[in-house]
Protein backbone atom coordinates (compact mmCIF):
# COMPACT_ATOMS: atom_id res chain seq x y z
CA UNK A 1 0.00 0.00 0.00
CA UNK A 2 2.48 2.32 -0.68
CA UNK A 3 3.63 3.25 2.73
CA UNK A 4 0.44 4.23 3.79
CA UNK A 5 -1.24 2.59 7.14
CA UNK A 6 -4.65 4.40 8.50
CA UNK A 7 -5.70 3.58 12.04
CA UNK A 8 -8.01 2.43 13.10
CA UNK A 9 -8.78 -0.21 10.85
CA UNK A 10 -12.26 -0.72 12.50
CA UNK A 11 -14.47 1.40 14.65
CA UNK A 12 -17.61 1.39 15.92
CA UNK A 13 -19.28 5.05 17.76
CA UNK A 14 -22.40 6.15 19.25
CA UNK A 15 -23.89 9.06 18.11
CA UNK A 16 -22.64 12.75 18.73
CA UNK A 17 -19.05 11.23 20.16
CA UNK A 18 -16.23 12.95 18.10
CA UNK A 19 -13.87 10.29 15.86
CA UNK A 20 -10.50 11.00 15.21
CA UNK A 21 -9.21 8.76 11.85
CA UNK A 22 -5.67 8.66 11.55
CA UNK A 23 -3.27 8.44 8.31
CA UNK A 24 0.60 7.87 8.41
CA UNK A 25 2.79 8.24 5.31
CA UNK A 26 6.31 7.05 5.09
CA UNK A 27 6.52 7.74 1.28
CA UNK A 28 6.86 11.85 2.26
CA UNK A 29 4.52 12.74 -0.57
CA UNK A 30 3.35 16.23 -0.41
CA UNK A 31 -0.15 15.47 -0.84
CA UNK A 32 -2.71 13.77 1.22
CA UNK A 33 -6.21 13.23 0.74
CA UNK A 34 -9.22 11.89 2.60
CA UNK A 35 -12.30 10.25 1.03
CA UNK A 36 -15.38 8.28 1.96
CA UNK A 37 -16.43 5.87 -0.24
CA UNK A 38 -20.35 4.82 -0.11
CA UNK A 39 -22.38 1.82 -2.41
CA UNK A 40 -24.29 4.34 -4.66
CA UNK A 41 -22.19 6.90 -4.45
CA UNK A 42 -18.18 6.23 -4.99
CA UNK A 43 -15.41 7.74 -3.86
CA UNK A 44 -16.28 11.61 -2.84
CA UNK A 45 -13.11 13.73 -1.42
CA UNK A 46 -13.84 15.02 2.10
CA UNK A 47 -10.54 16.90 2.37
CA UNK A 48 -7.19 16.96 0.87
CA UNK A 49 -3.65 18.80 1.93
CA UNK A 50 -0.87 19.93 -0.32
CA UNK A 51 1.50 20.48 2.63
CA UNK A 52 1.98 20.83 6.30
CA UNK A 53 -0.96 22.81 7.73
CA UNK A 54 -2.16 23.99 4.12
CA UNK A 55 -5.27 22.14 3.71
CA UNK A 56 -8.46 22.70 1.45
CA UNK A 57 -11.91 21.55 1.21
CA UNK A 58 -13.80 18.73 -1.17
CA UNK A 59 -17.02 17.67 -2.49
CA UNK A 60 -18.45 16.38 0.80
CA UNK A 61 -16.59 18.68 4.00
CA UNK A 62 -19.35 19.47 6.01
CA UNK A 63 -19.00 17.64 9.51
CA UNK A 64 -15.42 17.18 9.11
CA UNK A 65 -12.20 18.68 9.99
CA UNK A 66 -8.44 17.66 9.18
CA UNK A 67 -5.10 18.66 10.72
CA UNK A 68 -1.35 18.20 9.23
CA UNK A 69 0.86 19.50 11.59
CA UNK A 70 4.07 16.64 10.40
CA UNK A 71 4.33 15.67 6.73
CA UNK A 72 3.74 11.90 7.50
CA UNK A 73 0.35 12.57 9.45
CA UNK A 74 -3.04 13.80 8.56
CA UNK A 75 -5.59 13.64 10.63
CA UNK A 76 -9.92 13.44 10.14
CA UNK A 77 -11.68 14.37 12.87
CA UNK A 78 -15.87 13.74 12.84
CA UNK A 79 -16.47 16.27 15.66
CA UNK A 80 -19.93 14.91 16.74
CA UNK A 81 -20.45 11.53 14.45
CA UNK A 82 -24.09 11.29 13.13
CA UNK A 83 -25.15 7.52 11.35
CA UNK A 84 -24.96 9.22 8.07
CA UNK A 85 -21.37 9.45 8.03
CA UNK A 86 -21.30 5.60 8.42
CA UNK A 87 -18.98 4.56 5.61
CA UNK A 88 -15.46 3.24 4.70
CA UNK A 89 -12.86 6.09 4.67
CA UNK A 90 -9.76 5.61 2.58
CA UNK A 91 -7.02 7.93 2.61
CA UNK A 92 -4.97 8.69 -0.22
CA UNK A 93 -1.21 10.71 -0.56
CA UNK A 94 0.66 11.33 -3.80
CA UNK A 95 3.71 13.09 -4.82
CA UNK A 96 1.78 15.35 -7.47
CA UNK A 97 -1.58 16.17 -8.12
CA UNK A 98 -1.25 13.37 -10.58
CA UNK A 99 -0.87 10.31 -8.65
CA UNK A 100 -3.21 8.84 -5.49
CA UNK A 101 -1.87 5.97 -3.78
CA UNK A 102 -4.40 4.91 -1.17
CA UNK A 103 -4.67 3.55 2.16
CA UNK A 104 -6.36 0.06 3.05
CA UNK A 105 -9.07 1.90 4.58
CA UNK A 106 -11.19 2.44 8.23
CA UNK A 107 -14.73 0.62 8.07
CA UNK A 108 -16.31 3.18 10.72
CA UNK A 109 -20.09 2.57 11.66
CA UNK A 110 -22.07 5.09 13.85
CA UNK A 111 -25.29 3.40 15.37
CA UNK B 1 -22.04 19.94 -14.57
CA UNK B 2 -18.98 17.94 -14.38
CA UNK B 3 -19.78 13.90 -14.52
CA UNK B 4 -18.02 10.68 -15.10
CA UNK B 5 -19.98 7.65 -16.21
CA UNK B 6 -18.54 3.63 -16.08
CA UNK B 7 -20.28 1.15 -18.07
CA UNK B 8 -21.15 -1.93 -17.63
CA UNK B 9 -21.92 -1.72 -14.11
CA UNK B 10 -20.93 -5.59 -13.99
CA UNK B 11 -19.49 -7.66 -16.63
CA UNK B 12 -18.90 -11.49 -16.52
CA UNK B 13 -16.00 -12.65 -18.85
CA UNK B 14 -14.98 -16.38 -19.27
CA UNK B 15 -11.42 -16.78 -18.56
CA UNK B 16 -9.45 -15.42 -21.88
CA UNK B 17 -12.52 -13.47 -23.49
CA UNK B 18 -11.20 -10.38 -24.01
CA UNK B 19 -13.77 -7.14 -23.89
CA UNK B 20 -13.77 -3.49 -22.67
CA UNK B 21 -14.82 -1.47 -19.71
CA UNK B 22 -15.84 2.31 -20.83
CA UNK B 23 -15.79 5.25 -18.55
CA UNK B 24 -17.17 8.58 -20.70
CA UNK B 25 -16.86 11.65 -18.70
CA UNK B 26 -18.68 15.52 -19.53
CA UNK B 27 -15.95 18.24 -17.84
CA UNK B 28 -15.28 21.48 -19.04
CA UNK B 29 -11.72 20.69 -19.60
CA UNK B 30 -10.01 17.67 -19.07
CA UNK B 31 -6.24 17.80 -17.06
CA UNK B 32 -5.84 13.64 -16.24
CA UNK B 33 -8.04 10.31 -16.13
CA UNK B 34 -7.10 7.97 -13.69
CA UNK B 35 -7.78 4.12 -13.75
CA UNK B 36 -7.69 2.27 -10.33
CA UNK B 37 -8.35 -1.53 -9.50
CA UNK B 38 -10.12 -2.25 -5.91
CA UNK B 39 -10.50 -5.77 -4.73
CA UNK B 40 -13.31 -6.08 -2.15
CA UNK B 41 -12.13 -4.50 1.51
CA UNK B 42 -9.30 -3.09 0.10
CA UNK B 43 -8.15 0.63 -0.87
CA UNK B 44 -8.14 1.30 -4.93
CA UNK B 45 -5.12 0.55 -6.40
CA UNK B 46 -3.71 2.59 -9.31
CA UNK B 47 -3.22 2.09 -12.78
CA UNK B 48 -2.77 4.54 -15.06
CA UNK B 49 -3.56 8.13 -15.31
CA UNK B 50 -3.64 9.54 -18.96
CA UNK B 51 -3.31 13.37 -19.86
CA UNK B 52 -4.13 13.94 -23.64
CA UNK B 53 -6.68 12.40 -26.54
CA UNK B 54 -5.02 9.57 -28.24
CA UNK B 55 -3.05 8.41 -25.40
CA UNK B 56 -2.16 4.94 -24.47
CA UNK B 57 -0.42 3.09 -21.76
CA UNK B 58 -0.36 -0.59 -20.97
CA UNK B 59 0.40 -2.62 -18.21
CA UNK B 60 0.35 -6.89 -18.42
CA UNK B 61 -3.36 -7.73 -20.18
CA UNK B 62 -4.84 -4.49 -19.30
CA UNK B 63 -4.44 -1.37 -21.51
CA UNK B 64 -6.08 2.52 -21.45
CA UNK B 65 -7.02 4.85 -24.06
CA UNK B 66 -8.51 7.94 -24.02
CA UNK B 67 -10.37 10.08 -26.85
CA UNK B 68 -12.03 13.82 -25.72
CA UNK B 69 -15.19 12.20 -24.68
CA UNK B 70 -14.05 8.73 -23.13
CA UNK B 71 -11.16 6.23 -22.16
CA UNK B 72 -11.41 2.67 -22.07
CA UNK B 73 -9.74 -0.28 -20.34
CA UNK B 74 -9.09 -2.98 -22.77
CA UNK B 75 -8.78 -6.35 -21.24
CA UNK B 76 -7.02 -8.94 -23.30
CA UNK B 77 -7.09 -12.78 -22.48
CA UNK B 78 -7.80 -12.13 -18.61
CA UNK B 79 -7.43 -14.77 -15.69
CA UNK B 80 -9.73 -14.69 -12.29
CA UNK B 81 -7.27 -12.92 -10.67
CA UNK B 82 -8.15 -9.61 -13.16
CA UNK B 83 -11.60 -10.16 -11.32
CA UNK B 84 -12.18 -6.68 -9.58
CA UNK B 85 -14.11 -3.56 -9.21
CA UNK B 86 -12.25 -0.59 -11.84
CA UNK B 87 -12.84 3.04 -11.29
CA UNK B 88 -11.96 5.66 -13.28
CA UNK B 89 -11.88 9.16 -12.08
CA UNK B 90 -11.35 12.66 -13.78
CA UNK B 91 -9.26 15.90 -12.51
CA UNK B 92 -10.55 18.89 -14.14
CA UNK B 93 -8.53 21.71 -15.51
CA UNK B 94 -9.51 25.03 -13.71
CA UNK B 95 -9.87 22.80 -10.31
CA UNK B 96 -7.32 22.51 -8.07
CA UNK B 97 -6.41 18.81 -6.34
CA UNK B 98 -10.17 19.04 -4.54
CA UNK B 99 -11.98 18.19 -7.83
CA UNK B 100 -11.56 14.55 -8.95
CA UNK B 101 -14.14 12.98 -9.94
CA UNK B 102 -14.59 9.69 -9.69
CA UNK B 103 -17.10 6.81 -11.26
CA UNK B 104 -19.25 4.46 -9.33
CA UNK B 105 -16.91 1.83 -11.14
CA UNK B 106 -17.50 -1.38 -13.15
CA UNK B 107 -17.57 -4.83 -11.54
CA UNK B 108 -15.42 -7.41 -13.40
CA UNK B 109 -15.28 -11.13 -12.62
CA UNK B 110 -13.43 -13.85 -14.68
CA UNK B 111 -14.84 -17.46 -14.39
CA UNK B 112 -12.04 -20.19 -15.04
Known amino acids: DAGITQSPRHKVTETGTPVTLRCHQT?????MYWYRQDPGHGLRLIHY???????DKGEVSDGYSVSRSKTEDFLLTLESATSSQTSVYFC??????????FGPGTRLTVT | EDQVTQSPEALRLQEGESSSLNCSYT??????LFWYRQDPGKGPEFLFT???AGEEKEKERLKATLTKKESFLHITAPKPEDSATYLC?????????????FGSGTRLSIRP
Open chain 1, 92 to 101: AIGGSIYEQY
Open chain 1, 49 to 55: SYGVKDT
Open chain 1, 27 to 31: ENHRY
Open chain 2, 50 to 52: LYS
Open chain 2, 89 to 101: AVQTLESSASKII
Open chain 2, 27 to 32: VSGLRG
